[in-house]
């Protein structure tokens, strides 16, 4: 099957710092989807991507898709105590059109 | 405009019981999707259906699980003879009929299952 290889699998950062995560393949992704899983909760969607080359903005968090569409990054500006939880990549691979694969997310822990 | 629901929240069972886990997508999404996450894992595609219709269940164990979504009232996940492996938290999402951006996977809260 399509895998994604999500990086850095957690990381802790200091309030106020700039983020960033990828997801990478081997594989050509049609659209990227980043959502964010707080505990006990299911996935919010943060931001879909399109084509290749896209990037776009939600608030402090920035996302682009990449040329190759073999991968994409998410950035957060200026982290806040809120901004604690998982981060999971989403791609639909070319090779098949209607099933969404995870990366295994990067936990964001934020030291206030 | 209710996101996705899914009942129940919490569910507990024992082993050999039959666990049977709800969800209503969002008012005018006729896709629905299980997904499957064990702790400190991703999300883990299950089955994807439509309306009274599955259009792919190659993520379902072929035996004891079974998915349906009829034309009236919520998708059903069932998981007969549960047995310890089964416990995990169940995921639905949904998704609009017929747009350029159906991809767009909205999810509920989850339905976290413990087999004791």
């Known amino acids: 099957g399509q895998q994604l290889n999500q990086s850095p699998q957690s990381m802790f950062i200091q309030e106020g710092e700039d983020v960033s995560m990828n997801c990478t393949s081997s594989?050509?992704?049609?659209?990227w989807l980043w959502y964010k899983q707080d505990p006990g909760e299911g996935p919010v969607l943060l931001i879909a991507?399109?084509?290749?080359?896209e990037l776009t903005s939600n608030g402090r968090l920035t996302a682009q898709f990449g040329i190759t569409r073999k991968d994409s990054f998410l950035n957060i500006s200026a982290s806040i105590p809120s901004d604690v939880g998982i981060y999971f990549c989403?791609?639909?691979?070319?090779?098949?059109?209607?099933?969404?694969?995870f990366g295994a997310g990067t936990i964001l822990r934020v030291k206030s | 405009n209710a996101g996705v629901m899914q009942n129940p929240r919490h569910l507990v069972r024992r082993r050999g019981q039959e666990a049977r886990l709800r969800c209503s997508p969002m008012?005018?999404?006729?896709?629905v999707y299980w997904y499957r996450q064990l702790p400190e894992e991703g999300l883990k595609f299950m089955v994807y259906?439509?309306?009274?219709?599955?259009?792919?269940e190659s993520g379902m164990p072929k035996e004891r699980f079974s998915a349906e979504f009829p034309k009236e009232g919520p998708s059903i996940l069932r998981i007969q003879q549960v047995v310890r492996g089964d416990s995990a938290a169940y995921f639905c999402?949904?998704?609009?009929?017929?747009?350029?951006?159906?991809?767009?996977?909205?999810f509920g809260p989850g339905t976290r299952l413990t087999v004791t």
């Open positions: 259906l439509q309306k009274e219709n599955i259009i792919d």
């Open positions: 008012k005018g999404h006729s896709h």
């Open positions: 594989s050509i992704f049609n659209t």
């Open positions: 991507l399109y084509k290749a080359g």
């Open positions: 999402a949904s998704s609009p009929l017929g747009t350029a951006y159906n991809y767009e996977q909205y």
């Open positions: 989403a791609g639909l691979p070319q090779e098949y059109g209607n099933k969404l694969v």
